[in-house]
């Protein structure tokens, strides 16, 4: 099997050319860095992608303005939890105050992956 | 009214703002920086997404994680800020500089100083600049400010969504828009190439399965009070007899269709405007056509990467230290575009110091070449792997790339992608 796919590791955005015969044996061309490799390893077997929102907060400390606060996947997340964790995600209210990097939902779905805020309020 | 005086006032505390304040405040001058909105960060706040900061931290950030690392800077350094004040008015008094901040907390306030940074960032062009006829219903907004309606404010602005246009802001705005469960109908590019990185185009608009219609414009809008629908046509065809035209059913217009720096206080101070970026004209040190007044950032052009605006920002910080030590560069010479090159910055090099550029493509080709000249004579070519108008280019030319030039002559360096 074939695909072409495009690294979105960075802003460079390498051509990948991912061949197989087993998916046990996946080679990749075309990256230039060893990360386009583990991209187009992960695209072909289960796609992943790191998730960025904002969430709504319970309301400031001194009652002035309500502000939603940022967050995001500590790492990527495989596709088909994303459906389910955005739904989480609208429906949680944030206590403040809150703390860059501060665990917002640990272990989403059992996949190890983080919620975490992205902005201290 | 109250009297604030500083060796250095910044205007503006957005990545450019706080990245040239905390270089000067390291010299030990005294430094300010003026910011109108609640809080210092810019447009990363708004930016949740992640792509930030590959370069200058070799980790990739979400808006607000990048502004944050900033803003701490700022807090240990112990440098002024002046938030919810807008600055109006500049006023060039010769070696004082002067003007007015408005401010809802600090009431009016007069600064002085000896040195002033435009760091105001850019402002998003709108419908009147693209021109689309038709009615003028609600439900037109640019993609900038519905990014800040829903990430910040939680407000989503429609139900079915067509987004003109295909810059970065406009495909990260795509899947936001799908993430808040609004339906994207399509990307709408005049072009025959997407403005946006090929990443967002693949991780906005290919996942989703959101059409990109290349070479198309929205030809017309329908609706009284609320957009109802938009015709696409193909570029080069009249509206409306074409049949490869097709309706989308929408109720919201997202444009996406450029940038423009925000100069309306620098033009009241007399700084001169470059045509080519609409930000100021500047000097090697970025100092603009008014003496002592420096520029950087979005205000100087657009970026497209937010490590580029720090990395400038941060020279301009130690070109206004040099400027209140009073050292000044002995001879500078013009710079220009050639070939391919929309615009080089800055306008002018010194030939006897180190040099940073920032050029803009006209083109997209593979495999190109950057050539530089001086006098007709080569002294920088290198091959750039790829070139595309969204993506700028940067260089460095250092003194000993730099021939010995006969003072008689213009030296007009000249920047060319082949
Ligand atoms: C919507 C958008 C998305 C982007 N996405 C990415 C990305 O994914 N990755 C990346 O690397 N880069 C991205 N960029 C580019 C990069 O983030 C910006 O170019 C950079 O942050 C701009 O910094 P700045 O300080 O020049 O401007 P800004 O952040 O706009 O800061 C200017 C500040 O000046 C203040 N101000 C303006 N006028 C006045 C006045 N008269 N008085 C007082 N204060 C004033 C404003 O309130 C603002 O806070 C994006 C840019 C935009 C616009
Ligand atoms: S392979 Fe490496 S260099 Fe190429 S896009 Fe991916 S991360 Fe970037």
């Not at chain 1, 609208?90 to 809150?98: A, D, G, R, T």
Request: charged share 20%.
């Amino acid at each position: 099997m074939e695909r072409q796919l495009i690294c979105i590791s960075c802003p460079i955005g390498c051509r990948l050319q991912a061949s197989w015969t087993d998916e046990t044996d996946i080679t990749i061309e075309g990256n230039q860095c060893p990360r386009g490799e583990i991209y187009g390893r992960e695209e072909v077997l289960a796609p992943k992608r790191v998730v960025t929102a904002t969430c709504m907060t319970a309301g400031s400390p001194m009652g002035t303005e309500v502000r939603r606060v940022s967050v995001k996947t500590d790492a990527p997340l495989p596709k088909e939890h994303i459906d389910s964790l955005l739904d989480t995600l609208y429906s949680m209210k944030i206590p403040l105050p809150v703390e860059t990097g501060q665990v917002l939902l640990a272990n989403i779905g059992g996949t190890g992956v983080n919620l975490v805020a992205t902005r201290s309020m | 009214m109250t009297e604030k005086k500083y060796d250095s006032v910044i205007i503006g505390g957005g990545s450019a703002g706080m990245a040239a304040a905390c270089r000067i405040a390291e010299a030990g001058y005294s430094c300010a920086i003026v910011e109108r909105e609640t809080a210092l960060g810019g447009i990363l706040n708004q930016c949740i997404h992640n792509g930030f900061g590959l370069h200058h931290f070799k980790e990739e950030l979400t808006g607000p994680e990048y502004a944050e690392r900033f803003i701490q800077a700022v807090k240990d350094k112990g440098l002024d800020v002046y938030l919810e004040t807008t600055v109006m008015d500049i006023e060039d008094t010769g070696s004082m500089k002067s003007f007015y901040g408005y401010s809802s907390v600090y009431g009016l306030l007069h600064f002085s100083c000896r040195s002033i940074v435009l760091a105001m960032g850019c402002r998003e062009r709108n419908r009147g600049n693209i021109g689309t006829p038709g009615t003028r219903p609600s439900g037109i907004f640019t993609a900038g400010l519905a990014q800040r309606l829903v990430n910040i404010d939680g407000y989503i602005p429609g139900k079915k969504i067509v987004i003109v246009g295909s810059g970065d802001i406009g495909l990260i705005m795509a899947r936001r828009m799908t993430w808040v469960g609004t339906e994207v109908l399509g990307v709408v590019e005049i072009q025959p190439y997407p403005a946006g990185l090929t990443r967002n185009i693949v991780q906005c608009l290919t996942d989703f399965n959101i059409p990109l219609h290349l070479s198309h414009v929205v030809s017309k809008i329908w609706g009284k009070e609320r957009v109802e629908g938009v015709r696409v046509s193909p570029v080069g065809t009249e509206e409306g007899g074409n049949r490869a035209s097709f309706d989308l059913d929408c109720d919201t217009l997202l444009l996406s269709v450029g940038l423009v720096p925000d100069n309306e206080i620098s033009k009241k101070a007399g700084v001169d405007l470059n045509p080519e970026t609409g930000g100021a004209l500047v000097d090697s040190r970025l100092m603009t056509s008014v003496e002592g007044i420096f520029a950087c950032g979005n205000v100087l052009h657009v970026h497209d990467l937010v490590d580029f605006v720090t990395e400038e920002s941060q020279r301009c910080g130690e070109a206004v230290c040099h400027y209140l030590k009073g050292v000044a560069p002995g001879r500078q010479y013009r710079t220009v575009s050639g070939a391919n090159v929309k615009y080089v910055l800055p306008n002018m090099y010194n030939p006897d110091g180190d040099n940073r550029f920032y050029l803009r493509p006209l083109v997209v080709k593979n495999g190109a070449e950057l050539v530089v000249k001086i006098e007709g004579r080569e002294v920088i070519r290198k091959k750039l792997r790829h070139v595309q108008p969204s993506e700028m280019v940067s260089f460095t030319l250092d003194r000993e790339e730099i021939p010995s030039l006969e003072s008689s002559r213009g030296n007009t360096l000249e920047t060319g992608i082949l």
